[in-house]
């Protein structure tokens, strides 16, 4: 056989039939290809399917802790709208979870909690400091 019948196929030691590697990696590809994104639920709700994504150990939030990461999801989806950034570029679910539980009173408390992860929120820091404080008061 020449060179272009041997091109895309590879003989099985085992003396098995040659396999179609080409024929197998445009098959993979198209199935890759064919694979419906499905966008994150938005909503008043959408952040009880995210904490709900936390192992059970983790979703241990009191009621007014559980209000404080609703309004902070809340403000993180908003925030990444208005700057065109992905929301975990704006805050991750890990750092939610973190300011959540902590509910810090102060932008030095804040500070603490992010270790400088996150720009926009080491950024909008007072906002979100005045957000928790809301979210506890009322949760």
Known sequence: AGLGSAAGSTADPSGSPPRDCL???LDRSRDVCLT????????????RDEYNRYPAEERN????Q????????AW?????????ESVAYVASRSLLLRIAR????TTRALFALTRGDAPLVAARAEAI????????ANG
């Open 23 to 25: 024929r197998e990696a």
């Open 36 to 47: 419906l994104y499905k966008p994150p639920r938005r909503g008043p709700s959408a952040w």
């Open 61 to 64: 939030l009191e009621p007014a």
């Open 66 to 73: 559980l209000a404080a990461y609703s309004a902070l999801h």
């Open 76 to 84: 993180r989806d908003a925030t990444a709208r208005a700057s065109d």
């Open 102 to 105: 902590a509910s810090p009173g």
């Open 129 to 136: 400091v005045g957000l928790v404080r809301a979210a506890v």
